[in-house]
């Protein structure tokens, strides 16, 4: 019985009904049309050499590859049924969500394998016993799949496997990575491969470089002779079937002849052109009119496409016309195929056109563009639509007045029918505490016409910002009356991790058309309230009518429309804010270390233990969760936030991650001499992610790419200084002065010198300006500015004596901006004199522990022991003051802008807090929980603020969070040594762990996987009368007459997130309102 729930959860298709429902519509599997290809030579060698284990059929849009591979599948089926061998197959589709990604395509190929032959469920079943459904659909869904995918290969009792993928073309999502992993597995000896697509590139590239693996190509342009036989053959097949043709041989020849002429070897012409046929009567002027009729048809899709277009425009009833336009555009613009009944919700269709027989007909009026198969409108082939889409005459002709109106059509019909439909408690569920994972879909499924409207109205309504009118008030009503109630539909349809980020998009475009109305208020509160109740909105659908409600501030405007709706025994309130705070979500879990990702799209966490999570700080979904086994002591980005992630442990292993895959690119080891302090080891990483440097008492020097330690470099100062230009060609280092490193020559460039009337200055922070030209330094009198090609001294900034530790320049260079404890310094670096600090900002008298400036450069925050302020950089006057928990330890990295600079994030001993900044309106606050664990080695913001990363001492734990969703981004352990240190690469796709022993780790933000590791040489009672009834912590105990145990009115949860009444739970807690 689990076995059968494990392949309930795993399935996703069943490839068999694909094959067969494809089959059925292109009119059936012609024999003759494919099995050419049995006798091809290339085909027969595939089959015998054991060494040629792939076979790739490519050729262009309609030349039959999909039946092809479908006449294939028989073949190779009838063969595997008499040897005993086993064969998997997938169709891709790229117009349909559940066949178009790299997901699927393995989950398919697995359960098929599995239906087939349960035993190999026994590689899937502990995992799964772990996670349940999750381990196939989570955030680590696609590393879980691989993995079972290989051990399903490499099965000793299955001698001979046959992998068929059909369409990989139109693998829309994940494709790289799909055919990363065929690469991997093609060596295996026992698996037999054909594979097939159009001829792309990239495509060809990758299975073209399988050195292990030996291949057979096969192009259907290269046999175009072959082909052009079998659409012969296709042809007559297909005249025999055609009712206008039957008796008559003569003309059926005619007709074969013509269509072999016109087309061109390709099976989707013909196919069209036949089912054109098939819907003509006989005609008055007989033989002559229906080969004046063939004759109309042109040579080639696109104008056959082009004809098809035409004739739907020329139909002799214009309303007809505009009908089939209208079905057109909406199947062109939707988001997935259609059921007919949701085609004729959003196009408003009415009385007899709502019929499905009326609407088959319809959509056969629009050409042969459309199909229609199990209820369900798709496209006839993917080149249709692309047809649709890309061509200019068919833009003009189904979207004349633009394809907004469409999005906007489908707006309204949405909100028509959501309006009608939507209410509380759609499911009637009878507990007020039920989660998601406990529910089951009721028959009749009340969501069956709401699911396409639900799902994606909000995604078309910012597709029509431009022509959408608020004069009517519908959208107002509609938000007004029904905007938990859709809420509460997308949690039952486990959407609502994509539902928040279409309202924060929707926000952002309201702001722009509609500034100061009073929808972009409500919206702006939708936001706020999704945000805030983000846990409940995922995981409990009708807490969002109860305790979303209760803890939402006095003032919001969801609650005050939605108040009425709680519950009769909610009798005392909790006191809230009367305003939102600035804490928009709270993150909960253990973690020592965090990092930013530079994109701020990213959040890295991890714990001493090893944990390592990277989130979407957008989604705020849990993109990848590892446990890398070293103690994490340091978690970077790679500076342009697309490939990696690197971990530091404490032995000082550094990984380097891809952050798409997961895969590991590379490991370094760093190594310590006697009394070096592991702790105070730097790491960077370059921003193209070449190379990787870290140092303390030496430099080492990391060639990514050549995967060894170009140089070891002694300094002068232990924790010296380093930093990479913007364009990954130089790197300064600090030594009896700084020194400029090239990086693609390998040598010392340049050497600037440090010295000052008192002796050598001190060096606190480097930074290159952005176009590499000038360096700028810190020392311990100023901050000096250098040009890097020959050292010359461009300017000195006169800074009093106070130490500035932080350096940044503004994109275009004009701008330099530098901190101290207590001070903030904007420098006008275009100025014909010396440049001067304009204006100061100033914090006298109050010991500065962070510092950061926002994207733009107009605003600073500053944060003290307690405090964290914001200042105006013009003016230097101070905008806003948030009270903070206490410091207890100077942290450089303890405030940071998110990329908007909306937010401001500060980092506490235990959380991160994300503070909004509106100066028209009370400011808000949210804290992201990070764990209490008194080990906490080190923490930081990524350079732009989007990705906070904290790592424990012991352990290796390390997390990374998006600071826009309060996520976890990435969890991950790096192992059982102590991490020394973590850092963010200045791009922030890198995070770096050291280990004591010297060995650096490079983890991948992405996906939580460790890239590389390398050692680098671097160093009470109640009713007391009665006794029956007890009471403890979280709720009372009540004792039976004979002695069973309930529990009895009001209490907690033993985990004290819920309030019980008789031990069932009723309500929520947020973490703030827990004892």
Known sequence: EEDKKCLRDLYITDPRMDKRRIENTKGGLVQNSWRWILNHPDYETWLHDDDKRLLWIKGDPGKGKTMLLCGLVDEITKRAAQSGDAVSYFFCQATMPTINNHLSVLRGLIWLLADQQPSLLSYIREAYGTSGKD???GPN?????TSFFRSILDDANLTRIYVIVDGLDECTTGLPELLELFKEVLPLQNVKWILSSRNWPDIQASLEDTPDAEGVNLSLEVNAAVVADAVDAYISEKASEVKLFRGKDYLREEVRKVMKEKANGTFLWVAIVFQQLQRMKFLDGGFSALMERLNEFPKGLTELYDRMLKQIKDLDSEQESELCQTVLGICVVAYQPLRLQELATLAGFKDGLTEPSALRTLIETCGSFLTVKDETVYFIHQSSKEYLTTSNGAQSAIFPNGTDKVHHKIVMHSLEIMERKLCRNIYKLHDPAILIGDISTPEPDPLVSLRYPCSYWLRHLCMSMASFNLSDGKLLKFLKEHILHWLEVMTLMENSLEGVPDVIHFEDLVRQHYPDSELLYLVHDIRRFTQHSSWIINNAPLQIYLSAILFTPKLSIVRSLFEEELSSWITVKPPVESHWSPCLQIMEGSTDHVALSADKKMLASSTIHGDLNLWD????????????REDISKIVFSSDSKRFIASRTIDGKIQVQDMNTGKRLYLVQDHYKYGEDPYE???????????????????????????????????????AEICFSIDSTLMAYVSNGINIWDLAMRREVCTISAKTDRGNAIIYSLEFSTDSKRLAGGTSENIRVWDVVDGTLLTQLDTKYELHESLSWSQDCKILVSSTDSSVYVWDMTASVEPQPVPVISAADVVLEGVAINNDYKLVATRSKDAVKVWDVNTGSELAEFETERVTARSPNSVAFSPDSNFIYTQEHASVTKWGIDLRTEATVSKILLSDRQDRLGDAFSSDGRLFAEAMASGGDVTIWDMSTGQKSVHFTAGDQKVLAMAFSNNAQYLILLFPNGTVGIWDAITGYRIKYAKANAYEMIDKEKGRRLGNRHRAVALSEDANVRFEGYGLSSDQAWVTWNGSNILWLPMDYRP
């Not at 979904?621 to 890398?628: A, D, G, H, P, T």
């Open 135 to 137: 381990v196939f659909e």
């Open 141 to 145: 869904a696609w590393y879980s799949l």
């Open 617 to 628: 700080v957008n989604s705020g979904k849990l993109i990848r969760e590892r446990y890398i």
């Open 681 to 719: 080891k730097k790491i960077k990483l370059s921003n193209d992610a070449k190379y990787l440097v870290f140092g303390g008492d030496t430099i080492t020097i990391w060639d990514v790419e050549g995967d060894d330690a170009h140089k070891v470099i002694r300094t002068s100062r232990r924790s």
